[in-house]
Nanobody, 122 residues
Framework: QVQLVESGGGLVQAGGSLRLSCAAS????????VGWFRQAPGKEREFVAG????????YYADSVKGRFTISRDNAKNTVYLQMNSLTPEDTAVYYC???????????????WGQGTQVTVSS
């Protein structure tokens, strides 16, 4: 079992920044890939960014490339999502998830956090 806890969401004005955190615990958390997803009201959950706990490549959705950055702190078992130049279209509940491999499909992920709300006002 892997437990994931997100934090860092909130209300921010358009053009602002937020940093989300995903703290992991449990068995072999470091062997997993981790992805950030988001789900806006009335929309499907979509992939935002992904990486590996042990480092390596990073992956981004086209809609966030150049604005969002995924990073990790292995000592803290935490993965971050730095979000800059936010727009109202980024408003959603953001989730982190762990899987055996990187995938943009939410169905590939076995473990999910509870989500954190991000609201961007215009």
């Amino acid at each position: 079992q892997v437990q994931l806890v997100e934090s860092g969401g909130g209300l921010v004005q358009a053009g602002g920044s937020l940093r989300l955190s995903c703290a992991a615990s449990g068995r072999t958390a470091s062997s997993y890939a981790v992805g950030w997803f988001r789900q806006a009201p009335g929309k499907e959950r979509e992939f935002v960014a992904g990486t590996f706990w042990r480092g390596g490549a990073t992956y981004y959705a086209d809609s966030v490339k150049g604005r969002f950055t995924i990073s990790r702190d292995n000592a803290k078992n935490t993965v971050y999502l730095q979000m800059n130049s936010l727009t109202p279209e980024d408003t959603a509940v953001y989730y982190c998830a762990a899987a055996n491999k990187i995938s943009s499909s939410s169905s590939a992920y076995d473990y999910w956090g509870q989500g954190t709300q991000v609201t961007v006002s215009s």
